[in-house]
Structure formats: structure tokens, C-alpha cells
């Protein structure tokens, strides 16, 4: 799996969940190379369906299979996924009570050279307005696997984010997931780290190497689902440390960082620093550029921890 793309891990699960439950489904927008898709549609041709170059359409047509009594895995890009097609799947899909499972990829930075009018950093913001909606990035295969997996089993519509590319593996086989609980990487006292997305928590455990050289105590949380949020997770730890600092592949402004915040302002008021995109569009750059250039590093968790701590 270390070695896997997270898109073939997708797919992979998709034809597992389909040889279990026949109501499984794909609908795609022109992209199932892209997706790697082709394989489901090989394996199941009758449950496959391509709309072509009409992302909105495949959000309707996603609708009306679940009103079927079909559970439809809908992908596109997520830039397209959301900014797109968000009326669809907010009256047709959600408003309407549907079971529609919408898959964005290549969120924020990992869009790459697809460039800016392709790179996602508000998805999350709006994905968050729409009422009930479940929203997740897994951060990893082995979650990918899990969470898609309680995707499927639930009832009501779901977004995930999901890069294409490959990530480096955090956990091992057999490790338990629950959608809306995040996980503890690391339990510390000093400051507590909430990060989001393979790319972001990461570079969070990455930070909590540095800071234990020296000399600070972090709790980093891989907070896999940002709706709804594990509010009482972030609440012991927010008591626990006294100071938080969220971390994401997206706009601070409606993105994991704002739920917390949100959240936090309401019930304990805690000191907090974000990182992710402050406030920019997205460029044409390898990712490794992007990631520097927006200070989506370990570098940049590193410095709001003390930066932080200092003016607590």
C-alpha cells in the first residue's frame, strides 16, 4: 500500500464495496482515466456510468440513482466538485435527503499542474454550509480504505476529499477509524496540533519530532473529518494544552481551522494559529513548490507552536 496511489486505492475499495453490495455505483464526469476508474467499469459495466464534460449533470443523474435506491460514488475534480456543481448537490442530493457519496480530487496544492483555476482551497468552506453534509479527508490508504467504507454503510450524502497521487503511509493494517472521531497520533501537554489531509498531517508528525528535540510537549490529532467535528476531542485537548494550532490543505477562512475556532470561541476561548492558505489563489508549480511557497511545512507548524507559546 506504502507504494500505491491513493486513486488506485480508491478504486480498489470501490470494486470491494461493489462485489459486497450491488446497489454500489460509480458516476464519473470525464475523468474515469484520470481516476482509474476504467477497472470498476471492466469489472462492473452496468454500474458504471461517464456523463461526459458535465459535472452538474452528474451530480443530478447521481441523485436520481440513489432515489433509485443506489448508493453512487460521483468524482470529479475537486475544484469542479464543489465549485461547480455545489447547487446540485446542495438541493438535488442533500436538500432532498439523498444517500449521494461526492468524491473531490486533487484538493489544494495537490492539483499541482492543473494550476490555480484547478486547485481547490475553499471546497472545505462551502462543502461546510450545506446542512447534515458529512465531510473527510482521509489522510493515508489505510484510512482512504476505512472511511470510504463507512462512506458506503451509512445513510446520507458525504464529501471526501482525495489526492490522486500517492502519500506516505501513517498507519498500519487493521487500524479502526469512526467517521467524525479524530485520532491521536501523538498525546502531549504543551500545545496541541490539528491537522487535516495526507499532506498536512504529515508535516505534523514531522513537527512533533522537532519540537520533542527541543523540549515541547504536542499532542498532534489527525482530524479526518472536520463535519462533524470531534468537538470533544478538540475540547480535552484544548483544555488539556491551553494552545492549538490547526493545519490544512486549504483556506484558513471556512476550513478546519474555522471550525475549531468557531467551536473553541464558543465553549473555551484558547490562543490559536493557523496554517494553511492565507487568503491567495492557486498557481502552476510542482507540488513540492506549492508546499514551500504557502508554508504548508513542518517548518511552519514549528514556528506558530513557539511563536505561539511565546505570546500565550
Known amino acids: 500500500m506504502a507504494t500505491k496511489e491513493m486513486r488506485s486505492i480508491y478504486v480498489e475499495t470501490l470494486i470491494e464495496l461493489a462485489e459486497q453490495d450491488e446497489r454500489i455505483m460509480v458516476v464519473e464526469a470525464d475523468l474515469m482515466k484520470a481516476h482509474g476508474t476504467t477497472s470498476f467499469a471492466q469489472r462492473f459495466p452496468g454500474r458504471a456510468v461517464d456523463v461526459g464534460v458535465a459535472e452538474a449533470n452528474m451530480v443530478g443523474v447521481s441523485a436520481g440513482l440513489s432515489l433509485g435506491g443506489k448508493i453512487p460514488f460521483a468524482a470529479t475534480f475537486g475544484c469542479f466538485a464543489s465549485r461547480r456543481a455545489f447547487d446540485q448537490f446542495f438541493l438535488s442530493a442533500n436538500y432532498a435527503r439523498l444517500n449521494v457519496k461526492l468524491v473531490g480530487t486533487d484538493p489544494g496544492i495537490t492539483a499541482g499542474f492543473n494550476g490555480g483555476t484547478h486547485m481547490p482551497f475553499e471546497d472545505v468552506g462551502l462543502m461546510r454550509m450545506v446542512p447534515g453534509l458529512t465531510i473527510f479527508e482521509p489522510s493515508d ?10 462512506s458506503a454503510s451509512m445513510w446520507g450524502c458525504t464529501y471526501m476529499r482525495l489526492p490522486r497521487k500517492a502519500v506516505e503511509p501513517i498507519y498500519e ?140
Do not use: C
Open 173 to 312: 493494517e487493521g487500524e479502526e477509524f469512526t467517521l467524525g472521531k479524530g485520532k491521536v497520533l501523538f498525546d502531549g501537554s504543551d500545545v496541541t496540533i490539528i491537522a487535516m489531509g495526507g499532506v498536512l498531517v504529515g508535516e505534523a508528525i514531522k513537527a512533533h519530532g522537532v519540537l520533542k528535540e527541543q523540549g515541547i510537549s504536542a499532542t498532534v490529532i489527525d482530524m479526518h473529518t472536520v463535519k462533524p467535528l470531534d468537538e470533544e476531542l478538540v475540547l480535552h485537548h484544548a483544555r488539556k494544552s491551553g494552545a492549538v494550532v490547526t493545519a490544512e490543505n486549504h483556506q484558513v477562512a471556512g476550513g478546519l481551522g474555522a471550525a475549531v475556532a468557531n467551536y473553541l470561541s464558543r465553549v473555551h476561548p484558547t490562543p490559536i494559529r493557523m496554517v494553511g492558505i492565507q487568503d491567495e489563489f492557486g498557481q502552476v508549480a510542482t507540488q513540492g513548490w506549492l508546499q514551500q511557497h504557502y508554508r504548508l511545512t513542518s517548518d511552519e507548524i514549528v514556528a506558530q507552536v513557539k511563536d505561539l507559546l511565546a505570546t500565550r
Open 141 to 150: 490508504p489505510v484510512s482512504l480504505k476505512a472511511l470510504m467504507a463507512q
